[in-house]
Every structure is written in structure tokens, then in C-alpha cells.
């Protein structure tokens, strides 16, 4: 996936159309699979990858939407090179996990769902990760980190802007 990341409008759009090409035949029954494959190229579902997709396989597009927005694995905004999730799960919540959420969108200046301007970071708050021993949880790509304060927020987040 990493070597989309430079593709050209047209480029991507080219690959867009081969991928469709590939599934058309199968219509419907394709749609996981073509969203799956666009994303890997756009990183997202943009309303005009949506549009593309229930095209070429004679669908609507509010059939691709439903979709797009039922499945948390497909995105409907750009993700940042760094997406940071902050656990809203249960344990985290109670151990304070808003507080955390609130001050990376703070800091950065956006808020949950949303990518800097320069692609940077992207926030979303997420359920359980499975590391509830660590709450309050938050995941920057792969990197879990526990037991968090607010006051930590700030530096962790430099590392990743110097990075
Ligand atoms: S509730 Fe946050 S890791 Fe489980």
C-alpha cells in the first residue's frame, strides 16, 4: 500500500479503473472486495471513489455508502501517516479516556475523524483494544500506550511531529 502514497490523481484513478475492470462481472457480490482494493490505493473512500465504485458495478451509490459507513475498517476521511485511536471503551472511559481524547484534539487542532493538513495525523476514537490493563489506552499506528494523563499528551505527540 505504501507505494500509492505518491500516485498521482490520475494514477490512482487508472488503478481505480483496473481494479473495478477486475471484479465488474461479479457486480454486488464484488463490492467488499473493490472497496478493500480502493482503499489500499486512496487510503479512504472518497465520495468519488464511492461514486466510481457503484458505477462499474451497476449498484447505487447509496448501496456503496451503507456499505462504507457500516464497517469500521473502511474510512470515509484521509488518515494521517500517523493515526492516532484513543480508546473509548469501557475500561478506558472510566480510567478517564475523554480527557486524553480531548487533549489530542487540542493539541493537534482537530477533532475525532479528522486529518491535519498536512497529513500528518489523523484522530479517531476506537472501542476496546484488548489492553484494558493499561487504561487509559491510546494506539499512534502501531504503538500502544498506557496509563495515560493528559500532560503526557504533548510530548508524546512532538516525538511523532519531529519524526
Ligand atoms: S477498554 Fe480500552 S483497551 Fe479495553
Redesign the pocket.
Known sequence: MGNTKNMTHDEKLAKLGQIIGRHKKDGRKALMQVLQESQDVYGYLPLEVQREVAQGLGISVAEVYGVVSFYSFFSLVPKGEYEISV???????VKG?QAILDKVEEVLGIKDGECTEDQKFSIRAC??????G????MMINDDVYGRLTPDQIPAILAKYKEA
Open positions: 480508546c473509548l471503551g469501557t475500561a478506558c472511559y479516556s472501542r476496546c483494544i484488548g489492553a484494558c493499561l487504561a487509559p489506552v
